[in-house]
């Protein structure tokens, strides 16, 4: 049965981002943009309205601030798949707009193809933290109660998965996993996407937050 389009409102009070966004989103055929707002209190009154299944919302925005909407908008609607936007990784901000009910965040310079994949998550319910994060934010949400995981119990991994699971905690790219264990980058690949499945998590920002609350990378 074919899914019926998620609908998307989005807010930012510069006008030109605004339309990037527009433009990335209406070319997406499963998306539905109902809506924008230049203000967290325009976003409050246009949810209101239209009733959206995900915002995409600026963190930093005059009259009412990304955080504030958030919270104001998920008393009335906790259903709502909210995403953060920040131009940097502002760290107090962006645990602020988590801390906020937010599930997950993006950095502006975020590219279609992760702008997409993040909306499907939220629309499901899931974390999306962009795959542009530092290893100290990953670090830092992993510590706090954001980085939860829905297994209930750490799946078993294969000797190889746990080696490789600490590589990429480390930072490491495929290849370079690949040449420290001797093993291709094809191989490297094709573990991760069963590290992925296995943790229930969206790209290696996911692997290092949920390997912190698993207990299988110690960052310190």
Do not use: W
């Amino acid at each position: 049965m074919e899914r019926e389009p998620i609908k998307i409102v989005i807010a930012d009070d510069h006008e030109i981002y605004r339309d990037g966004l527009k433009l990335m989103l209406t070319k997406a055929k499963d998306i539905d943009l109902v809506g924008e707002a230049e203000d967290g209190n325009k976003l409050v009154k246009l949810v209101d309205a239209v009733k959206p299944d995900v915002i995409i919302t600026d963190i930093k925005m005059p009259v009412m601030d990304g955080i504030e909407a958030t919270m104001t908008i998920l008393k009335k609607h906790p259903k709502i798949g909210i995403i953060g936007l920040s131009m940097f990784e502002e760290e107090q901000q962006i645990m602020d707009m988590l801390d906020a009910g937010a599930l997950g965040y993006l950095l502006k310079n975020s590219d279609k193809v992760e702008l997409i994949e993040a909306i499907h998550a939220v629309a499901d319910g899931q974390q999306y933290f962009c795959q542009h994060t530092s290893s100290k934010m990953a670090k830092v949400i992993a510590l706090s109660r954001h980085g939860s995981t829905k297994a209930k119990k750490t799946p078993d991994f294969e000797k190889r998965e746990r080696e490789i699971i600490t590589l990429i905690c480390e930072g490491l790219t495929n290849k370079e996993i690949g040449d420290k264990l001797n093993i291709s980058p094809r191989t490297v690949e094709g573990i991760r996407m069963r590290i992925l499945e296995k943790m229930n998590a969206r790209n290696s920002v996911g692997i290092v937050i949920t390997a912190i609350k698993m207990g299988l990378y110690d960052p310190l």
